[in-house]
């Protein structure tokens, strides 16, 4: 059982279903002894644009901006914005990361995007050599709990919207900062065996307000 969890969250709503299942897995989580830190992108107003405002003082080369590159070397100088020093932090520390959200346009929201562009720093999260399966995070665990706006057969090998696997491919590497691993458990299933993790959670958008409650009846 992971002993410190961070809860990446991304929905605007603190009356969401996304909102609901963040605070289940808090309950439930502190509940079974772990340390829970929530990221709540939107009420943190975080900035989601990459650019060399996430460095302190002068770049290598202005004219010739390289992004991963500017910031590695930030990293290594101790020059990263506070902000993105602050979320590395919590992500160091943590054994655990459930990255909650609605699925937007096949992927995470804009704002959990940036996250993703600006926390996991070459350097801090993966290096030219050490990615994907050796990634320097590679020891940590993740999970992606979201919604969706689709039935479960849109997300099939043979439905409209394509296989899930394939669709959150992108998000599953992560650049190998840590490891997202997919399972077919239930989000009730997870509430109460979370010691079951890591897993692949998702609720289509338009299930019923009784079997949206049903998935958080915790006993």
Same mark, same amino acid.
């Given at each position: 059982?992971?002993? @410190?969890?961070?809860?990446?969250? !991304?929905? #605007?709503?603190?009356?969401?279903?996304?909102?609901?299942?963040?605070?289940?897995?808090?309950?439930?989580? /502190?509940?079974?002894?772990?340390?829970?830190?929530?990221?709540? *992108?939107? !009420?943190?107003?975080?900035?989601?644009?990459?650019?060399?405002?996430? &460095?302190?003082?002068?770049?290598?080369?202005?004219?010739?901006?390289?992004?991963?590159?500017?910031?590695?070397? !930030?990293?290594?100088?101790?020059? *990263?914005?506070?902000? &993105? /020093?602050?979320? #590395?932090?919590?992500?160091?520390?943590?054994?655990?990361? &459930?990255?909650?959200?609605?699925?937007?346009?096949?992927?995470?929201?804009?704002?959990?995007?940036?996250?993703?562009?600006?926390?996991?720093?070459?350097?801090?999260?993966?290096?030219?050599?050490?990615?994907?399966?050796?990634?320097?995070?590679?020891?940590? @665990?993740?999970?992606?709990? %979201?919604?969706?706006?689709?039935?479960?057969?849109? %997300?099939?090998?043979?439905?409209?919207?394509?296989?899930?696997?394939?669709? =959150?491919?992108?998000?599953?590497?992560?650049?190998?900062?840590?490891?997202?691993?997919?399972?077919?458990?239930?989000?009730?299933?997870?509430?109460?065996?979370?010691?079951?993790?890591?897993?692949? *959670?998702? =609720?289509?958008?338009?299930?019923?307000?009784?079997?949206?409650?049903?998935? =958080?009846?915790?006993?």
């Amino acid at each position: 059982m992971a002993k @410190k969890v961070l809860i990446v969250f !991304a929905h #605007q709503s603190s009356g969401s279903f996304n909102a609901a299942a963040k605070s289940a897995a808090v309950e439930v989580l /502190t509940a079974q002894g772990c340390t829970v830190e929530v990221s709540d *992108l939107y !009420a943190m107003n975080f900035k989601a644009a990459a650019t060399a405002e996430d &460095i302190k003082g002068d770049v290598k080369d202005a004219e010739h901006f390289r992004y991963q590159e500017e910031t590695r070397l !930030a990293w290594e100088e101790g020059r *990263l914005a506070e902000d &993105i /020093t602050a979320e #590395q932090t919590k992500l160091s520390e943590a054994d655990l990361v &459930i990255f909650q959200f609605p699925m937007y346009w096949f992927s995470v929201p804009a704002i959990m995007k940036g996250w993703i562009d600006r926390v996991l720093t070459c350097g801090f999260a993966f290096t030219k050599e050490k990615r994907y399966s050796q990634g320097l995070l590679k020891e940590k @665990k993740a999970m992606l709990s %979201f919604t969706t706006g689709s039935l479960e057969s849109m %997300f099939s090998s043979t439905g409209i919207n394509g296989d899930m696997n394939v669709t =959150l491919w992108p998000i599953q590497v992560l650049h190998a900062a840590v490891k997202v691993n997919f399972a077919d458990l239930l989000l009730t299933d997870f509430l109460l065996n979370a010691e079951r993790y890591p897993a692949l *959670l998702w =609720l289509p958008g338009p299930a019923s307000s009784g079997l949206l409650g049903s998935f =958080l009846c915790v006993s």
